[in-house]
């Protein structure tokens, strides 16, 4: 668990992250890369880096591959989603990518920032959320501002966004077979500026 502010250098290096939720971030994690070819590797079925409560993971440099996703942001789930903390990740270059999604967001204030950089899924959700509100959990109302970099995934849609939340979409590129899917009456969408946003599939994504 990462609880203070820290930059890591990976150096060229791999980060081999064993533990299920990987890294746990929940002060400030740097991530830059003085060399190339840097890595942080999760080798479980989860995720390498997990950013809850008020936690912040900047990526500038480097790469962060998961079996699973590539990392997660887990905001205030709860059903009444008292809590005013952000949790966030902020891509501004390097790769985040996972065999399943990119990164997965859940609950109030989960945020992600994509300025520049690549985030990718090897199969469908290279962004994803999860639209599920019960007694007590409600996953919605989470933060997308995408301003640049790249969003690719190889199968279904690029962005799924079944939740309540926001999606701010000025820049970047988006492409896969699906564009975006959004699943939900409430969430709010808006795209200006001159984004890319390509599906690529000859008939309809499911």
């Keep these: 668990t990462i609880n203070k502010d820290i930059t890591l250098d990976l150096n060229g290096k791999t980060l081999t992250v064993e533990e299920e939720n990987g890294i746990e971030v929940v002060g400030e994690l740097v ?3 003085s060399k190339d070819n840097g890595k942080i590797e999760g080798c479980s079925i989860n995720t390498p880096v997990l950013v809850k409560l008020q936690g912040t993971l900047t990526l500038k440099k480097g790469n962060i591959e998961g079996s699973y996703s590539g990392a997660a942001i887990y905001g205030d789930f709860t059903a009444a989603q008292s809590s005013d903390t952000y949790a966030t990740i902020n891509v501004e270059g390097g790769t985040i990518k996972g065999n399943q999604y990119g990164i997965l967001l859940y609950g109030k204030n989960a945020t992600l920032n994509i300025k520049e950089g690549k985030v990718q899924a090897d199969a469908q959700g290279a962004i994803c959320g999860y639209g599920a509100v019960t007694d007590k959990n409600n996953y ?3 933060i997308i501002n995408i301003s640049g970099g790249e969003i690719l995934c190889e199968e279904g849609y690029v962005i799924y966004h079944p939740q309540k939340g926001v999606l701010n979409i000025t820049g970047g590129k988006i492409q896969g077979p ?3 899917e959004i699943k939900s009456g ?15 599939a000859e008939k309809a994504t499911h």
Excluded: C, Q, Y
């Design 140 to 142: 919605g109302n989470t």
């Design 186 to 200: 409430e969430a709010k969408v808006g795209i200006s500026g001159n984004p890319t946003i390509e599906a690529t």
């Design 31 to 33: 991530v830059e890369d």
């Design 178 to 180: 699906g564009g975006i």
